[in-house]
């Protein structure tokens, strides 16, 4: 059952194709090849720390809304079960009030996808904007509420609904990392780096391939620079640590197989997929991903609906893999963990298993509106 006429989300569909004021992408999707467009066209190349002195540059630090990814700490205060005062730091992320253009041009096979700090004709606010994401993957040893703290092993073994309620017991304003703010956050970094492949860009960040689990947070925090590039340790993009390693993280706001993909930007959003648009997106089949398709339902997001095998890998895919089923409509989970991150990335996605799937992999992320 799909929502009524009533109860339909209002959609803003962006038009501009004009980014001479704006930074953005071109993505020749039949050659596979990026370019920057717009007041970024001709940057240079960010360069992201290596060691905890280096200094790290991006031509993108001076200018919003990547200069105000802030990292920030709330501080709260909970009641344990005792009934006692428990004073709570979560260290956070903020993405700020950014507008978008996203075009996908079938004729000469081209996306557009731009950005900018303000208002635009044409653009649209980015509903995944003007919020705060957990800094780190979240944390909770008693499962009853979940916190963004360093020096603490990622939550994993649990399911999608119980990610929801251990973030949603911190108060209103709190829940898991969703579909719309996930693609805010592949948009910032996709037009600052200028390549669907973050491992080339940001390293493959922790793995743990002899014991096969999760690693401690914290990992990054002695570094001076917020974009780190490391394998086999941590690493970060404007302060979020591990963003496609450690663990994965369940996402809200979607549903997706091969038949159709469901979505909502909607805070209120439930887990019930009755509260889910129909974009009219087919997931790809399992593979490395090679093409993205449009829905003026959700127009900024990044839906792979095509994908190549290993064959294909190099000159015909961006260098992340998707997991579906041909009928089931299940969940998804985004990044990647601390095993073979070479399948890994910003735009790693996996519908593959049921809302009541766990495992010592698959973990989520806070998000704060």
Known sequence: ?????????????????????????????????????????????????????????SPFDEVLPWSGMRHVIFIDAMKDDEGADVITRDEMVEIPDFWYTAIKNEKEKTWLWAISPKEQEGFCHHPGSGRYIGRYH?????????????GQIPLTRITQGEARDAAHARGK?????????????????????ADFDAKKKLGTGYKDMENWEPGKTGGTDNF?????????????????????????????GFMGCEKGCRISAMDTYTGDRDELEDTGIGLADDGWISGFDYSKDAPWAFIPDASVDDDDRE???????????????????????????????????????????????????????
């Open 1 to 57: 059952m799909l929502l009524s006429e009533e109860k339909k989300q209002r959609v803003e569909v962006p038009t501009s194709t004009d980014v001479s004021n704006a930074y953005g992408v071109i993505w020749h999707y039949d050659e596979n090849r990026l370019e920057r467009v717009g007041l970024c066209g001709g940057w240079g190349v960010p360069e992201p720390a290596e060691k905890e002195d280096d200094e790290g540059y």
């Open 138 to 150: 979240m944390s909770g040893g008693d499962r009853k509420a979940a916190f963004s703290m360093s």
């Open 173 to 193: 304003s709190w829940g898991i990392i969703d579909l719309a703010t996930w693609s805010a956050i592949q948009l910032l970094y996709l037009i600052e780096f």
């Open 224 to 252: 001076k620079y917020h974009t780190v590039k490391r394998s086999g340790k941590s690493n970060s993009y404007r302060w979020i640590e591990d963003p496609f390693s450690n663990v994965f993280d369940w996402i809200d």
């Open 315 to 369: 000159r015909h895919s961006i260098g992340d893999f998707v997991w579906s089923l041909s009928s089931r409509l299940y969940p998804a989970y985004v990044g990647g963990g601390y095993g073979d991150g070479a399948l890994y990335g910003f735009f790693c996605l996996s519908a593959l298993n049921s809302a009541s799937f766990t495992d010592g992999y698959l973990g989520s992320r806070l998000l704060k509106t």
